[in-house]
Nanobody, 124 residues
Framework: QLQFVESGGGLVQPGGSLRLSCAPS????????IGWFRQASGKEREFVAR????????SYADSVKGRFTISRDNAKNTAYLQMNSLIPEDTAIYYC?????????????????WGQGTQVTVSS
């Protein structure tokens, strides 16, 4: 019964912005660290951003630092990824998941409860 529903993806021109949302089904987010990952066609899944359960610790991949912002609203039981200054290399399916590791990690293998993902396409 535990799963995520990602939304907010779409087609956007280079330099544009999108805001992705991640809403769980069957549980609440307030005790979990959340990570965003992406997977481009023919490539491995890669880390994008992570936020701790209380929002006090945040980390980003170097490729998105300064352009993307991860946030969460535990009252709304939703996590977000604001993506600005998008470039074609950002094109991928974006996923959110729960970090169940005892220490912060960027490895997708330590995350659980993956959703179906939402497609982001950056093209002119």
């Amino acid at each position: 019964q535990l799963q995520f529903v990602e939304s907010g993806g779409g087609l956007v021109q280079p330099g544009g912005s999108l805001r992705l949302s991640c809403a769980p089904s069957g549980f609440t987010l307030d005790t979990y660290a959340i990570g965003w990952f992406r997977q481009a066609s023919g490539k491995e899944r890669e880390f994008v951003a992570r936020i701790s359960w209380d929002g006090s610790r945040i980390s980003y991949a170097d490729s998105v630092k300064g352009r993307f912002t991860i946030s969460r609203d535990n009252a709304k039981n939703t996590a977000y990824l604001q993506m600005n200054s998008l470039i074609p290399e950002d094109t991928a399916i974006y996923y959110c998941a729960v970090d169940l590791s005892t220490t912060p990690t960027t490895s997708f293998r330590r995350y659980e409860y993956w959703g179906q993902g939402t497609q982001v396409t950056v093209s002119s």
